[in-house]
Antibody, heavy 122, light 107 residues
Framework: EVQLLESGGGLVQPGGSLRLSCAAS????????MNWVRQAPGKGLEWVSS????????DYADSVKGRFTISRDNSKNTLYLQMNSLRADDTAVYYC???????????????WGQGTLVTVSS | DIQMTQSPSSLSASVGDRVTITCRAS??????LNWYQQKPGKAPKLLIY???SLQTGVPSRFSGSGSGTDFTLTINSLQPEDFATYYC?????????FGGGTKVEIK
């Protein structure tokens, strides 16, 4: 059974940094592209970033480009999101999501974690 | 960037009803369209991929159709566990975009 477990969320001041992690199990992590998707309180879903199965290809939403960095450690079955220069509008639940393919990306998501809440506030 | 527009934003229906949700893309996306269900406090769940392919384990009362710019999610014989918010999502471009969501509520 695929399991994705996010961690690292919390309260951070505007301009601060946070690193999210997503621990994967139940599948061959290195074979699949991974993504981060966020959801602001009471709002819809917003794709944030993607990374190919071995990490050579990454992509970002315009809203986070230059501030967020996605990475993965296939030896640890873990996905990361480094978030810098955080703003109030980054406040959201952040989900990690698995794609059904490694590369090229299919850009849709067949398994999701339970999410971790990031709150940016002074 | 491709924009996705869902309608309606909410609807009220009764158990046993047939429900139809529409999603429109701002440009043609062939059949690169996926549907998700989200219940309060839970992660989204994939229902349909490639516009009409049912994800493993999803009940057959869910179906999807469409191509190009116009797509439909249909729920036949709505069940109590189907009351949720539904999102469409285009996977035509790497700049993934979701629709705004349709909340299906109990009448």
């Amino acid at each position: 059974e695929v399991q994705l477990l996010e961690s690292g969320g919390g309260l951070v001041q505007p301009g601060g940094s946070l690193r999210l992690s997503c621990a994967a199990s139940g599948f061959t992590f290195s074979s699949y592209a991974m993504n981060w998707v966020r959801q602001a309180p009471g709002k819809g879903l917003e794709w944030v970033s993607s990374i190919s199965n071995i990490g050579y290809s990454t992509d970002y939403a315009d809203s986070v480009k230059g501030r967020f960095t996605i990475s993965r450690d296939n030896s640890k079955n873990t996905l990361y999101l480094q978030m810098n220069s955080l703003r109030a509008d980054d406040t959201a639940v952040y989900y990690c999501a698995k794609e059904p393919n490694g590369y090229p990306p299919y850009n849709w998501f067949d398994s999701w974690g339970q999410g971790t809440l990031v709150t940016v506030s002074s | 960037d491709i924009q996705m527009t869902q309608s309606p934003s909410s609807l009220s229906a009764s158990v046993g009803d047939r429900v139809t949700i529409t999603c429109r893309a701002s440009q043609s996306i062939s059949t690169y369209l996926n549907w998700y269900q989200q219940k309060p406090g839970k992660a989204p769940k994939l229902l349909i991929y490639g516009a009409s392919s049912l994800q493993t384990g999803v009940p057959s009362r869910f179906s999807g159709s469409g191509s190009g710019t116009d797509f439909t999610l249909t729920i036949n014989s709505l069940q109590p566990e189907d009351f949720a918010t539904y999102y469409c999502q285009q996977s035509y471009s790497t700049s993934v975009a979701f629709g705004g969501g349709t909340k299906v509520e109990i009448k």
